[in-house]
């Protein structure tokens, strides 16, 4: 006997079900798209953002030297060089991209981590010149360039910060002041290399 097309168990399941088959797995596809696109946004940034901060645990513990260790924080980043010969390297790493992220990695002279997902944008880069601008002006004795760069540091809750690490902190209250800038200890544990990179 030949069986008619409509008499099929999946023509009998379609017309059973409300709607049929077809609308469900329509419903199915337009909830999936619906959740991706709000996802990626949200998930993407962490994703690319983790491999950047697996590699600034790498290129970090890995330096043996000051020259090493200013490579790994990149022209993002900055070694913090504390009054006491002690130091912190933060290497910082961004996307403007529309699935932008950002990571901060820090290392202290005695082998601690710190990391930060806050978006610094270029002022680590910006800190380091006018560092450099204030002690071309102290060298050449130029009261009025020298005020021009001290200036540039007031205003700025991140600059004084930085500032402050420099001039007057002890290592363990320079961490506090990076945990004042949206920094917190890390749950890395790999060790760093013993780096004397002081001045």
């Known amino acids: 006997m030949t069986m008619n097309q409509s008499d099929s168990p999946l023509t009998q399941a379609t017309a059973q079900s409300p709607g049929g088959i ?10 999936v798209l619906i ?8 998930l993407l940034p962490k994703y690319t953002g983790w491999n950047e901060r697996r590699q600034s645990f790498a290129l970090l513990a890995a330096a043996e030297d000051r020259e090493e260790l200013m490579d790994a924080v990149t022209r993002l980043g900055v070694v913090l060089d504390l009054p006491d010969g002690e130091w912190i390297a933060i290497r910082y790493r961004d996307s ?31 800190y380091r010149n006018n560092v450099a601008r ?6 050449h004795g130029d009261p009025g360039f020298f005020e021009v760069a001290r200036s540039a540091f007031e205003g700025h809750e991140h600059m004084q ?21 949206h920094f917190v200890v890390s749950s890395e544990t790999r060790p760093a290399q013993s780096v004397n990179a002081s001045h």
Do not use: K, N
């Not at 797995?25 to 909830?31: D, F």
């Not at 959740?35 to 949200?42: D, G, R, S, V």
């Not at 005695?110 to 002022?123: A, P, T």
């Not at 204030?134 to 060298?139: F, M, P, R, V």
């Open 22 to 31: 077809a609308p469900r797995w329509m419903l199915v596809l337009i909830i």
């Open 35 to 42: 959740w991706t696109a709000i996802a990626t946004p949200f």
């Open 134 to 139: 204030l002690q071309e002006a102290q060298e």
């Open 161 to 181: 910060a930085m500032r402050r690490i420099e001039t007057q902190c002890s290592l363990d209250q320079a961490v506090e002041e990076l945990l004042g800038m």
């Open 96 to 126: 403007h991209a529309w699935y932008g992220y950002s990571i901060a990695v820090a290392l202290t002279s005695d082998g601690c981590w710190l990391e930060s997902w806050h978006h610094f944008c270029g002022q680590f880069a910006h």
